[in-house]
């Protein structure tokens, strides 16, 4: 996979406002972890339609772009600093 290439989504927060969000698909599969069984089966639904959208030769990482920041009520920085959201809201 390549992890250079970044992905892109703009979304609005009730907290934050217009929220722009990038990483990689690296970062968004390793995120996915972190989302309970509900949520990771509305991705599973979200990336089935989008695969049966796309020919075969398109690739999950495009299906994922997609997908990447749907989730509300993220600061805009959340992709780089990530870590220390996590380590202020859930300690260590």
Known sequence: ????RRFTTRFHSEV?????L??????ILAE???LSRKDLEAVEI????LMRARPANDTW?????EVAGSVNG????YSEKHDSY???????
């Open 1 to 4: 996979m390549n992890s250079d």
């Open 16 to 20: 934050y406002g217009d929220i722009l």
């Open 22 to 27: 990038t990483m990689s698909a690296p970062e």
């Open 32 to 34: 996915l972890e972190k």
């Open 46 to 49: 979200r990336l089935r339609e």
């Open 61 to 65: 990482a495009g299906a994922l772009a």
């Open 74 to 77: 993220f600061p805009e920085d």
């Open 86 to 92: 996590r380590r202020s809201r859930f300690g260590a």
